[in-house]
């Protein structure tokens, strides 16, 4: 089934409603379905815009796909997307089954963003370094 708003509405605040008995006619979460190959944003130009945001948001917190690498943000919930979700389930002590419910779309809302540590030195002020 391609995911729509009328299958997913929004809530009240017009925040994205992704799982709940009456959004859906299976009741489950927007997931990847690995025996299709498929998900949410697939067959879509441009992807689907709020796989877009959830993938926005984790790689905001630093989060990649399995091999490391940054996380695309094409709007497709994939296999790369769904394995950034399982671990930031992990880390925030959630079950890691890859699900994006309106609980773990809270989760990533509310954590704080990766800072960048810069791994350059401050210059010196001063003159020499005094030997010791």
Do not use: N
Not at 1 to 23: I, K, L, N, T, Y
Not at 113 to 122: G, M, Q, W
């Amino acid at each position: 089934m391609p995911w729509d708003e009328e299958a997913h509405p929004r809530d009240e605040a017009g925040e994205f409603s992704v799982a709940s008995s009456s959004s859906s006619p299976s009741g489950q979460a927007m997931a990847y379905d690995p025996k299709r190959k498929t998900g949410p944003g697939y067959g879509q130009k441009g992807g689907d815009p709020k796989v877009k945001e959830v993938q926005q948001l984790l790689a905001k917190l630093g989060l990649t796909d399995a091999s490391g690498k940054p996380l695309a943000l094409d709007g497709k919930l994939g296999p790369k997307t769904t394995e950034a979700i399982k671990a930031a389930q992990r880390k925030y002590g959630m079950k890691p089954d890859g699900k994006v419910t309106p609980s773990v779309l809270a989760k990533l809302k509310k954590a704080k963003p990766r800072t960048k540590t810069s791994r350059l030195r401050k210059p010196r002020t001063g003159g020499p370094r005094k030997k010791k």
